[in-house]
């Protein structure tokens, strides 16, 4: 998961990926979890959303981030000590798309 374009702007961070249904609740608990521990780790808040008639396909959203590589390390290094992988529908992973004003 890798933010490489322009390390130097302000980018806004877009996570998304489908969860098993079976693991909703465990998921979003951990995903609180990760949203918190990112927060504290970079001042960041995000938010959670679901898309309309799916469910089970999320994104988090990360906006305005000043410091992009810090960040996303951050974010990774959240992600894979509560283990959020194992949380999403076999074969899938979660998808970084970064974005800077126009």
Request: aromatic letters at 8%.
């Amino acid at each position: 998961m890798l933010c490489q374009e322009n390390w130097q702007t302000v980018v806004s961070f877009y996570v998304y990926y489908r969860v098993a249904a079976e693991t909703a609740g465990l998921a979003r608990r951990q995903i609180d979890r990760l949203q918190e521990q990112v927060t504290q780790s970079t001042g960041i808040r995000g938010r959670l959303m679901t898309k309309l008639g799916e469910p089970t396909l999320w994104m988090e959203i990360y906006e305005d981030v000043p410091d992009a590589r810090p960040f996303e390390h951050a974010l990774q290094a959240a992600a894979d000590a509560l283990r959020i992988d194992e949380l999403l529908v076999a074969g899938t992973e979660r998808h970084l798309e970064c974005f800077q004003c126009a």
